[in-house]
């Protein structure tokens, strides 16, 4: 199942609480998912681990003066790395990826001198990136973590509070050079090969290879100890159903090897991402609590080119605009969100950031 919310937005960088236990039944849009499948749902009371996960389309980033924002946003050894890409594509993906995760952090506003080009980087023994903090006797580094996975059409970045996470990001149209099972076999443990080879539609079958490759990607992400260190085929990630597409999945870490290092106390969720992409998340597990998914679609300093071009009076009249066209759309682009299905209308679909918020 698919589901788009939208809501207006003025800022990219308003400051925003870190991801948190407690669930807000005023924030936005919800939809409550068993893992790897989408059902509607109300929502009681209670607490959920909170994983944000922020994406943009490189292909709507256009703008030259946006990308020498972004590179303006970069360290030297980033703007290093951007630049050794001879072709344009991968450096502008590559661009884009860490002005996102720049961007991303910042938004928290966690210190008030904390701005996305402050941010210092470091990675951990196994090559897994984390936030150099600045430390002093006076503050202590907030326990957040984050994680990146991109294609050449999507990148995204995920965000947690006491939890390591892991994410993936894959095309729905990916195909292989090989035969699926051929080059499956390769990285796949045996038990993970007998559900695919289950599978007689070969459509079907590559996409739950693409589906099950993002989620033990995700795992040994969130692992942080590099492929080396947790290859797939020294792991079986199993569901409850033989069919992964079942409602009632859920997924259990079965160690082959390494159980010391491959331990078992994760959660994991799968979602849609822009129509074209599976992505999957990885984090610790939340005492048995449901993992709550909070996806927002983005253009890293987009919102403020927005504030420049349009004065607060002309952005409410649009709005008003907006909200008395939308109540007479046809399209309901987006829901019961009239704005949104004005803006639609009024083709202002770039003045507007998508929220999508899921239980897993």
């Known amino acids: 199942m698919k589901i788009h919310?939208?809501?207006?937005?003025?800022?990219?960088?308003?400051?925003?609480?870190?991801?948190s236990r407690m669930y807000d039944p005023h924030s936005v849009f919800y939809v409550l998912l068993k893992p790897c499948e989408a059902q509607n749902g109300?929502?009681?009371?209670?607490?959920?681990?909170?994983?944000?996960?922020?994406?943009?389309?490189?292909?709507?980033?256009?703008?030259?003066?946006?990308?020498?924002?972004?590179?303006?946003?970069?360290?030297?050894?980033?703007?290093?790395?951007?630049?050794s890409i001879r072709d344009n594509q991968l450096q502008k993906t590559a661009?884009?990826?860490?002005?996102?995760?720049?961007?991303?952090?910042?938004?928290?506003?966690?210190?008030?001198?904390?701005?996305?080009?402050?941010?210092?980087?470091?990675?951990?023994?196994?090559?897994?990136?984390?936030?150099?903090?600045?430390?002093?006797?006076?503050?202590?580094?907030?326990?957040?973590?984050?994680?990146?996975?991109?294609t050449s059409s999507l990148i995204a970045c995920g965000v947690t509070v006491d939890s390591p996470?892991?994410?993936?990001?894959?095309?729905?149209?990916?195909?292989?050079?090989?035969?699926?099972?051929?080059?499956?076999?390769?990285?796949f443990t045996n038990e993970e090969m007998e559900v695919l080879r289950a599978i007689s539609d070969p459509e079907v079958q590559r996409h739950e290879f693409i589906k099950l490759w993002t989620l033990k990607e995700a795992y040994v992400k969130a692992?942080?100890?590099?492929?080396?260190?947790?290859?797939?085929?020294?792991?079986?990630?199993?569901?409850?159903?033989?069919?992964?597409?079942?409602?009632?999945?859920?997924?259990?870490?079965?160690?082959?090897e390494n159980q010391s290092l491959l331990t078992t106390n994760w959660q994991f969720a799968q979602v849609d991402l822009a129509g074209s992409h599976y992505a999957a998340?990885?984090?610790?597990?939340?005492?048995?609590?449901?993992?709550?998914?909070i996806i927002k679609k983005t253009i890293p300093l987009l919102e403020e080119h927005v504030d420049e071009a349009m004065q607060p009076a002309e952005i409410e009249s649009v709005l008003d605009a907006a909200n008395a066209l939308g109540k007479l759309s046809i399209k309901k682009v987006g829901g019961s969100n009239d704005i949104a299905d004005g803006l639609d209308e009024l083709n202002m679909d770039d003045y507007y950031g998508n929220d999508i918020v899921l239980l897993v």
């Open 223 to 256: 692992l942080g100890r590099g492929f080396s260190g947790a290859p797939f085929n020294t792991f079986t990630l199993r569901f409850r159903s033989a069919n992964p597409n079942h409602e009632d999945s859920e997924i259990k870490i079965v160690p082959l």
């Open 281 to 293: 998340i990885c984090r610790k597990t939340n005492g048995g609590e449901p993992m709550k998914v």
């Open 165 to 187: 996470i892991g994410i993936d990001v894959e095309e729905k149209k990916r195909t292989m050079k090989n035969k699926i099972l051929s080059f499956a076999k390769r990285y």
């Open 42 to 83: 109300q929502l009681g009371n209670g607490s959920y681990g909170e994983t944000h996960l922020w994406y943009v389309l490189p292909n709507e980033v256009n703008s030259e003066s946006l990308l020498s924002r972004y590179v303006d946003l970069l360290s030297p050894l980033e703007k290093d790395h951007a630049f």
């Open 5 to 19: 919310s939208r809501m207006f937005s003025t800022s990219t960088l308003l400051p925003l609480q870190l991801p």
């Open 95 to 150: 661009l884009i990826a860490r002005a996102l995760v720049r961007t991303t952090i910042a938004r928290y506003q966690i210190r008030p001198q904390v701005s996305p080009k402050s941010l210092q980087f470091r990675k951990n023994a196994h090559g897994k990136p984390e936030v150099d903090w600045e430390r002093d006797n006076d503050w202590d580094p907030p326990p957040l973590h984050f994680n990146l996975s991109h």
